[in-house]
Every structure is written in C-alpha cells, then in structure tokens.
C-alpha cells in the first residue's frame, strides 16, 4: 500500500517542486528527471508482487455508498504504468535537448504539465473500477491540453479546440453514459476477472453497450472519432512522442482491453453481435488510417496517421475475444510504443538540425544525420512488423489471434497494412539515404544535441531488446489471458 501510493503521488510532488523551481532550468529539469526515475523505480517495486499474484489495493475515497475511488494494481496496468513511467524518463532527456535547442517559451509550464499528464496516466493504469479509470481518464485529457496548445499559434489554438472537443465530447457523450448503464445492470463498477455483465443483459443489448464503450473512449482513435490525433500535431514534438506512443493513445486501448477482459470478459463477448461490426469497423480503421498516411508530406502528420493504423490493431486484437488476440494486443501497446517514440524522436531531431518537416525536403538528410536517419529506418521496420524488431512479436500474436477466430478477413486486412506501412515508411528512409538533394544545400547541419541522440538511441535498442527479451511482456499479458478464461 505503501509503495502505491508514493507511486501515484511522486508525479504530483514533482510537478509542485517543478514550478517551485522554474527560475533556475537547471535545477527545474533535474527535479524532472529525478521525479521520472523515482516514479519508475516505484512502480517497478510492485511487479514481483503482482507476478506473484497479489493485487496491491488503495482506497481513496466513497463519494456514493458502494462507488469507491480506489487504485488496484493487476497485470495489464502493472505493465502500462511501466511503460508510461520508463518513456517519462527517456522523453525528458529529449525534451530537454529539444527544447532548449529550440528556445522554446514556457518551458516551466511544459514540464509541469508532462508531470501532471503522467499522474493521469498512473493514475489510469492503477485504477480499481470503472469510475476511477473515467476520472483519470478525463484528467489526463485536461493535462495534455496545455501541451497541445503550447506554441500559442492560432493552429496550436485550433488544434487544442479539436482535441478537447472530440475527447471529451465522446467520453461525456458516449462513455459516461456507458459507465452508469454498466452500474445500473451489473451493480457494480469493480473490475472481476472474467467480467461483471455476464448474464445481466440480451446480447443484443450488450452490444449497444460495447458500441458506445469502443466510440466513447476517443483515445483509441477508431474512426470517425479518430481528428483529434492528427490535429495535436501543432504540438511540440516530445508532446507528440507522448501523445502517440505512450500515455493518451495507450491510455485509450488500454481502457479498451481494461473493458473487455474485467467488465464484458472474454468468454461473454463472442456471443454479442455488434462485435462483428466492430471488428469491421476496426479492419476499415487499419487501412484507411494507413492510406491516409501514404498521402501526407508532413513527417508527423504521416506518423499521426500511422498511429491510428497501429492503435485500431490493439482494438482489433482486444475485440478477437480469444487468448492470442489478447495476448498480441497487449504486447502491442508496449511494442509499438517503442517503435513509434522513436520515429517521433528522429521527426523532431530533423526539425531540430534542419527545420524542415516534409518528407521531400529530406532528400539525402541521412548522409549528415545518419544516427538519426539509421534509428528511423529501425523503427520503420519495426512500425512494419519485421524481425528482429518487437513489434513482429505482437502482430504475430494478434494475426494468430485472428486466424482462431475464424476472422479471415481481418487476417487479409493485416497483411495488406503491413504493405500499406512499408509503403509510407520505407520511402522516408529511401529519400534520406539515396535520393539527392535537387538544389545544393548550402545550410551546415549535423546531427542533433546529444540529450535527442541519447534518448532515441535508447528506444531504438528497447524496440531491438524487446524482440530477443520478450519475457517480460509475456509474462505480464499470460496473467491478463489467464485471468479472463
């Protein structure tokens, strides 16, 4: 008990000292990776419990009678807090370098508010009912948007107005709405193993529920609730490489799996209709995602898209009902994670040396970033699916997964995406490497601040690591599958 609750109140303390110490950078962006590193540390002292099987439990508060606020750590969330919290680290050290390079305003602000945003996210991950994981959920949205809006830019505006609109409009709309339907058939807002909604409804109506589940939780950029993704684009790029590899997308199919294994159960939601027409829905959101992606000259913009593509297979996964499904849709969140911060790191060490974001203004860029460019061309293979990179072990799982199930055309769907994302990577690298420039380029540029070499050169290695040491993930998801059958 003791070790969760420092582990959710770190985060907080640190983004009070961070302010306290706002005058004085050095010591700001110290505090914030000491804060990163303690946050890590313990929350990685409650995984040999929780392998062991305990379920370390804190109760917070009881605004109703029988509706608590309380933090429960079970596999899943062990193993998103995890990642949130080691990403925090790496993504700081980059920002760092990032942001100093770019001279960029409102640095205080910029580290309070990734504190504060990865509070949210622990907060999610160790959620013990559907009623916590909402309220975090919506804090983690509130958080982020500063970010969002950092540049202060009439786009940056727009972009935050999009974000918080799609956000919080599906989950006011949709999921809340949700929330009370699930308390009022199941009596209870706790998450059970093998779900609480068994038996308490018609399939036909369980299905209504799932719908408004999946569109209601907007993280998860299924489409059509999928804009806010590429509109927070305007947004720094380590605020990106949070948003789409760590704490708001993750959070969303996090949330996703979290319903479908602990309140609907993987043995109930094969009998609900409205699955099949959300596994199209899924399927559709792959390839258009990744269609989309093929059109887009800007560099981020083309990973917004990726994103999308890449988030919709963990919700493919998650929606299989089965254990491979399952089992490849949580390593994904982590998986992918790794390969797409990367990604994001090298857009925003291009920007950084260079100040160019479209594609084909890369011609040649890796002969002088070629640290850069080779980290970039690992990931992309990664984002494909390609061995020896981690993301091959997930996809793996979830195709798997999709043959079990019968679901021959999420199986085609599957295999034309990883074309489709070899499609709108592999040029990147391609341009960079063997492509020259069509005018001289008389600006001397290098590589840039060690701070981003340091940082994406780690997640390079994690996405490699991951791939030969996959031990971890699967153990944790082994838990998850085991506990819903």
Not at 223 to 239: E, G, I
Not at 276 to 293: E, G
């Amino acid at each position: 008990m003791t070790a969760l609750l420092f582990a959710i109140l770190v985060p907080l303390v640190g983004a009070v000292l961070i302010v306290l110490t706002g005058r004085h950078p050095n010591v700001r962006e110290t505090v914030s990776i000491l804060t990163a590193i303690l946050l890590f540390a313990s929350i990685a002292s409650l995984a040999p419990a929780v392998f062991d099987g305990a379920r370390p439990h804190l109760a917070l508060a009881e605004p109703l009678p029988g509706l608590a606020l309380q933090l429960t750590v079970e596999p899943l969330g062990m193993l998103f807090a995890l990642l949130a919290s080691l990403l925090w680290i790496v993504t700081t050290i980059y920002s760092i370098g990032y942001m100093r390079a770019r001279q960029e305003n409102h640095q205080t602000r910029f580290y309070t508010c990734f504190a504060l945003s990865l509070w949210a996210a622990v907060g999610m991950a160790f959620a013990g009912n559907l009623l916590s994981l909402f309220i975090f959920y919506e804090l983690l949205t509130l958080s982020t948007y500063p970010l969002v809006t950092h540049a202060g830019t009439a786009a940056a505006r727009h972009g935050g107005r999009v974000y918080l609109g799609v956000l919080l409009g599906t989950s006011i709309g949709f999921l809340l709405f949700a929330i009370i339907w699930t308390w009022q058939l199941a009596g209870t807002l706790d998450f059970v193993d093998g779900g609480i909604l068994k038996g308490t409804a018609t399939p036909a109506l369980l299905g209504i529920l799932l719908m408004l589940y999946i569109f209601g939780i907007g993280k998860a950029a299924i489409m059509p609730f999928h804009r806010w993704l590429p509109a927070a684009m305007v947004a720094p790029t380590p605020v990106s490489a949070l948003l789409h590899a760590v704490a708001v997308v993750k959070g969303g199919v996090f949330f996703v799996l979290k319903v479908v294994v602990y309140v609907f159960g993987i043995d109930t939601l094969p009998a609900i209709d409205a699955r099949q027409w959300l596994l199209y829905i899924a399927t559709a959101t792959i390839l258009l995602a990744a269609v989309v992606a093929l059109r887009q000259d800007n560099l981020k913009a083309r990973l917004a898209y990726s994103t999308i593509s890449q988030l919709a297979y963990i919700v493919l996964g998650a929606l299989l009902a089965n254990a491979a499904g399952i089992l490849g849709a949580t390593m994904h969140i982590a998986t992918h994670a790794f390969g797409k911060i990367t990604l994001f790191f090298c857009a925003g060490a291009i920007l950084v040396s260079t100040r160019r974001t479209r594609i084909s203004e890369l011609a040649g860029i890796g002969r002088s970033m070629p640290w850069t460019m080779g980290a970039f061309a690992i990931a992309a293979l990664a984002m494909i699916g390609m061995p020896p990179t981690a993301v091959f072990v997930s996809k793996w799982y979830i195709l798997a997964g999709a043959v079990d199930a019968g679901q021959m055309l999420a199986v085609a769907v599957l295999l034309l995406s990883t074309l489709l994302t070899a499609g709108y990577l592999l040029p990147v690298v391609y341009t960079a490497f063997f492509e020259t420039p069509g005018k001289p380029d008389n600006e001397t540029h290098g590589e840039a601040p060690p701070a981003i070499l340091l940082a994406l050169g780690v997640t390079t290695l994690g996405t490699l690591v991951l791939f030969f040491f996959p031990d971890l993930l699967l153990a944790f998801a082994n838990q998850l599958t085991g506990s819903g059958t």
